[in-house]
């Protein structure tokens, strides 16, 4: 028996240059970059006082009072894209509906509430632990998103969590589709999203020296593949996208972005922040996506790369990415959205699905920015600054993650 074919019907995305998905695309392709100075804390005190926020948020433009002073800053991000998505694919579950029972949710996160745990445990020191919230343990928990999501939008079919560091939400949608093709739901909420513009998360990422310390010049911090690349820029924001199976989605006519038709997974097995040497972790993920399609390599037009601009990633990325695509690895354009967006970490793969899917419907691929120097160790075409008109049929996404989890996942038109 073939398997269930998966398809995408809604998007949603907040995140640090829009907070929709026709503003994103928008600020991509004129290479916006949501890189600037921390406003969410007094960052004086740190070696990297810049990050890519999500500016001008407004949680109460999307749910009630009541429901957003119970969530973390990471859950109200994704419960924004979701009721985005939900409303893209036409999709509303009623409390009881029979059909929320085959209707569910997979979220991904690296970190869960860090800002509810910075600001709880500060209550902690200063005031006592009486004085600690009794909404602080379920704004804590990396589930919460996809709780909330499932009580919210009534989804009572299956509800999880992923949390696999940058990778998290390339493994929600990945797992999500994997439900789908078993049968056991028709309609998944599938995403990610990162809430960890804090003090302690820039502090222990500086102490990691991941970050750039361009200072005098934030816009121009995330340079994937560039020889003076310093380190990454963290970002925040999430993704969500609707998942459905084709037979349900074409029952209802709904509009179709395209397919997830193959999802590729492996472990560097390696180190806990550094990728394998010679990228053959990064390599078996994407090639399990392709298997898992049916295709070859030649058959992907464009890939959305991990592209984190440190020097161990991106170098490590483009051996990968020549050991499995062989040849035409030379004439392949590859990108770096976090160029622009920073990086979103469990939130990244999401956002990054959603211009996935956008570069198939629009054949358009957005650049990598302040790409100026090229490095001998990143010899591909990593599209410079400038976005190029390419149609393509089939994209490849790519999600490394911290303790060596690869993820890949292949998009196809329909």
Known sequence: MDRRRVVVTGMGTVNPLAHSVDEFWAALLAGKSGAAPITLFDPSGLTTRFAAEVKGFDPDAYMPRKDSRRLDRSTMLFWAATKQAMDDAGLVFEDGDPAGLRAGVVCGTGIGGIGTTQSQIDVLNNRGPGRISPLAIPMIMSNQAAGAVSIDFH?????????????????????????????????????????????????????????ST???????????????????????GAGSLVLESWEHATAREAHIYG??????????????????????????????????????????????????????????????????????????????TKSMTGHMLGGAGAVEAVIALKTLVEGVVPPTINYTTPDPECDLDYVPNEPREVPVRRVLSNSFGFGGHNVSLLFSSV
């Open 259 to 336: 397919e997830v038709s193959g999802y590729g997974m492996s472990a560097d097995a390696y180190h806990i922040t550094l990728p394998r040497p010679g990228g053959g972790g990064a390599a078996r993920a994407m090639q399990g996506a392709l298997d898992d399609a049916g295709i070859a390599g030649d058959e992907v037009g464009y890939i959305n790369a991990h592209g984190t601009s440190t020097p161990a990633n991106d170098a490590t990325e483009t051996l990968a990415i020549k050991s499995v695509f062989g040849r035409h690895a030379q004439r392949l354009p590859v990108s770096s």
């Open 214 to 236: 361009r200072n005098d010049d934030p816009e121009a911090a995330s340079r994937p593949f560039d020889r003076d690349r310093d380190g990454f820029v963290l970002g925040e």
């Open 155 to 211: 989804l009572a079919g299956p509800s999880t969590c992923t949390v696999t560091a940058c990778a998290a939400a390339a493994n929600a949608i990945g797992d999500a589709a994997e439900i789908i093709r078993r049968g056991v739901a028709d309609v998944m909420v599938a995403g990610g999203m990162e809430g960890a513009v804090t003090e302690f998360a820039m502090g222990g990422f500086a102490s990691m020296k991941a970050l």
